[in-house]
């Protein structure tokens, strides 16, 4: 597709059960990043992908999160245990290559409500 | 690590008027500077930016300037529209970096046009 395509588009959860995320990065996009983005705040980082690298994980706010990358396209975020402070916009977004400088776009998020 | 300060949170123009979005950074390190624009439901996207061999940066309307002196860089909008209702995130990052730990982003800002 021509942008970054993240699923589902809104999520309603029981508090305990497990969700998965899902992200279609940009084509040809070797860099990938969550965030995580609460009522009225700014961008939290979660992780980053770049190829074949071992992801940086720095961001996830609990063991309870994690995400993989399989194939060095699709991302998958999975929340285990959700609680009602996970409710958030989860962000995905892709660059041309990793580093710095890189223009970075993001999808259109997944609202994800915990009740 | 670095520090990003945006304000203001919310800002309320005529439109017509201009508006200017300021941030501060606290790593002298830093020398990428995109701003991005959040609509309503949607995920930012990417609407200037600006490296640091450059003081200023136009695109039509829009225009951001930088003072790597004092560590501090500005989103200038000016003829407001109504479109331009949004909430506006800076970002600043050093190039050598690597990884998306190196993007921090400010708490955003609210602007709002009246009509």
């Known amino acids: 597709g021509a942008g970054v395509s993240q699923s589902p588009s809104n999520k309603v959860t029981e508090k305990g059960k497990d969700v998965e995320l899902r992200c279609d990065p940009i084509?040809?996009?070797?860099?990938l990043y969550w965030y995580r983005q609460s009522l009225g705040q700014g961008l939290e980082f979660l992780i980053y992908?770049?190829?074949?690298?071992?992801?940086?994980k720095s961001g996830l706010p609990s063991d309870r999160f994690s995400a993989e990358r399989t194939g060095g396209s699709v991302s998958t975020l999975t929340i285990q245990r959700t609680q009602q402070e996970d409710s958030a916009v989860y962000l995905c977004?892709?660059?041309f290559g990793g580093g710095s400088g890189n223009t970075i776009y993001f999808g259109e998020g997944s609202w994800l409500t915990v009740v | 690590g670095e520090n990003v300060e945006q304000h203001p949170s919310t800002l309320s123009v005529q439109e017509g008027d201009s508006a200017v979005i300021k941030c501060t950074y606290s790593d002298s390190a830093s020398n990428y500077f995109p701003w991005y624009k959040q609509e309503l439901g949607k995920g930012p996207q990417l609407i200037i930016d600006?490296?640091?061999?450059?003081g200023e940066k136009k695109d039509q309307r829009i225009a951001v300037t930088l003072n790597k002196t004092a560590k501090h860089f500005s989103l200038h909008i000016t003829e407001t529209q109504p479109e331009d209702s949004a909430v506006y995130f800076c970002?600043?990052?050093?190039?050598?970096?690597?990884?998306?730990?190196?993007?921090?982003f400010g708490k955003g800002t609210h602007l709002i046009i009246q009509p």
């Open positions: 970002a600043a990052t050093p190039y050598s970096g690597g990884g998306a730990d190196g993007l921090t």
């Open positions: 600006i490296r640091s061999n450059v």
């Open positions: 977004a892709s660059s």
């Open positions: 084509s040809g996009h070797t860099a």
């Open positions: 992908f770049q190829g074949n690298s071992a992801p940086d």
